[in-house]
């Protein structure tokens, strides 16, 4: 089965363009765990303009299900962490003044760095996931490098899905099938909607989890928290 981890780090740009605690996204990260979804994501950048280091504090005890948490494993991340000890790690290649995530790692010419950093959180008992574009010479790197798992960068996928889906999916389904071959783990992310994830996953269904924000909380505007939830399940049944 593949898991929907809900990212929620537009609820709290929502809530840090006025102030104060409304939306709460505790209370946001409970009712989607109530809803159904099987995890939650954070990426809390240094800049803080959405996720603060002090929601993923407050949000670790709370957490039911699996708890994620993205970013560029700068020092104060990495301390954070290692306090808070997810249930999963995943490293992505952000520069500070980056509005989102727009590639991968490369992780050969990073081999030294990221091994390291897996070897870090793996003593600590926290799963660990490379963030990488549909490459296999990248998934193949990341299992070198001691990832438990790589998250694939889907936002070509989704931008081509409207042109060609078999064209757009197809570097998708190489990468996917190097990380079954190697033994790694398989996430994905980035721009996955109720447009293009259904097809996405029919053809790799052995994706062990999907990490989805904007598109679903976008779309929770006109339908609903609940009802959003339960349409992104669907697709990936």
């Known amino acids: 089965m593949t898991k929907l981890s809900v990212n929620i780090n537009k609820v ?9 605690n409304n939306p709460d996204i505790l209370q ?6 109530l809803f159904g979804a099987q995890g939650i994501t954070v990426h809390p950048r240094p800049d803080e303009r959405h996720i603060r280091y002090q929601d993923v504090r407050d949000l670790r005890p709370q957490i039911k299900t699996e708890f994620n948490i993205e970013g560029n494993p700068i ?26 995530s727009n590639h991968g790692w490369d992780t050969l010419e990073n081999k030294a760095f990221l091994t390291d950093i897996c070897k870090t959180f793996k003593e600590a008992g926290i799963r660990t996931s490379i963030f990488v574009d549909p490459d296999p010479k990248m998934v193949e790197g ?23 889906r078999v064209a757009a999916i197809t570097p998708f389904i190489a990468a996917a099938e190097e990380a079954r071959k190697t033994g790694l783990g398989l996430n994905a992310g980035h721009d996955l909607s109720l447009e293009n994830l259904h097809y996405y996953h029919q053809m790799i269904p052995w994706t062990d ?12 505007l006109f339908m609903g928290l609940r009802n959003t939830i339960q349409h992104y399940l ?4």
Request: aromatic share 4%.
């Open 234 to 237: 669907k697709a990936l049944q």
């Open 12 to 20: 709290a740009t929502i809530r840090n363009a006025r102030g104060g």
């Open 209 to 220: 989890e999907v990490s989805i924000g904007h598109a679903l909380i976008c779309d929770a």
């Open 28 to 33: 946001v990260a409970d009712a989607c765990e």
């Open 142 to 164: 990341a299992k070198v490098c001691g990832a438990d798992r790589v998250e694939l960068y889907t936002e070509p996928y989704a931008s081509n899905y409207a042109i060609d």
């Open 75 to 100: 020092d104060s991340f990495v301390d954070l962490v290692l306090e808070v000890t997810p249930t999963q790690v995943t490293l992505v290649p952000d520069g500070h003044d980056q509005i989102t």
